[in-house]
């Protein structure tokens, strides 16, 4: 139909989600489109603007979308649990667990990102590993530096329930002697004028100079930019080349703390988990430990 009538832009949304599914655009941009189609279906008949055969038309093809839609999202899932699957193979044939490991669900690391983490630990064979968040990757990374016979694990985790978890997860699979998870608090941390709820590392002692961050927590919930202060309140206590890992990148905050650490300390990214989910960083070369941090109060 021409001349600007009512059905024109249906039509070109419904051209745009076709091109969509070709694509493979996300399941949220799916849904998206599924609801904005239903939703014009829904207006217009009740509208009345559309004729009993153009709300036929437009009922059939709002049931091609929703079947699409519903055969995509069956086959990313399918694609989403290979990937979990090879993952965790992948480390059960790399680690050796004595027993099984713990499920990976709800707040756990994805396999792919553990799986990572311990790629990590045996090309960089670091001396000492620090965690922000202790979990299913204190396990992983414990498991890994005993494998190694090198190098030891301090995770910081805020949460009591949490941290007890995690240490009988380490007596149980016998790996308690390569980590250690101290129950920190969060207290206030002023940083470049604004404040943040951050550990309190007036308490912690690191044994060395820290070859591995791992960056999990405090939870993005907490606040804006939640997990940025590990930058700058730790920069000074990595070793030269040391190598930063954060975790949830798919979402607008940590992809902000990225490029602020990336203006602020000089870190690259130089790599990513394989769900893309994770950022690797790296410290550049020759960079004054502290260079660019401000103003830093506790």
Request: proline letters at 6%; aromatic letters at 6%; charged letters at 15%.
């Amino acid at each position: 139909m021409a001349g600007g009538s009512p059905m024109s832009p249906l039509s070109g949304r419904l051209a745009r989600y076709v091109a969509g599914v070709r694509n493979g655009l996300s399941r949220d941009d799916l849904g998206g489109a599924l609801v904005i189609a239903l939703g014009a279906a829904a207006v217009g008949m009740a509208g009345g603007w559309i004729g009993p055969a153009a709300g036929r038309w437009l009922a059939l093809v709002t049931a091609l979308v929703a079947g699409l839609t519903m055969q995509l999202a069956v086959l990313r899932g399918m694609r989403e649990q290979a990937r979990r699957s090879e993952a965790i193979l992948a480390l059960t044939m790399a680690l050796k667990p004595e027993v099984p490991l713990p499920v990976f669900s709800g707040w756990a690391v994805h396999p792919t990102l553990a799986r990572l983490l311990v790629t990590t630990v045996f090309e960089q064979r670091p001396g000492m590993i620090v965690e922000c968040g202790s979990g299913i990757s204190t396990l992983v990374f414990a498991y890994a530096v005993r494998t190694l016979g090198h190098g030891s694990v301090v995770s910081l985790e805020h949460d009591p329930v949490y941290a007890e978890q995690t240490r009988s997860w380490l007596r149980v699979h016998g790996v308690s002697a390569w980590a250690q998870v101290l129950t920190v608090p969060l207290v206030p941390h002023r940083l470049n004028g604004h404040q943040w709820r951050w550990y309190d590392l007036t308490t912690v002692q690191f044994p060395a100079p820290i070859d591995l961050l791992f960056v999990d927590g405090p939870p993005g919930g907490l606040q804006r930019l939640s997990r940025y202060p590990a930058g700058p309140l730790l920069a000074q206590r990595l070793a030269n080349e040391a190598i930063m890992i954060l975790d949830d990148v798919h979402r607008f905050d940590e992809r902000a703390i990225v490029s602020r650490w990336a203006v602020e300390l000089g870190w690259r990214v130089i790599g990513s988990s394989s769900d893309h989910s994770a950022a690797v960083l790296m410290r550049t070369a020759g960079l004054v430990s502290g260079q660019g941090l401000g103003q830093v109060t506790s």
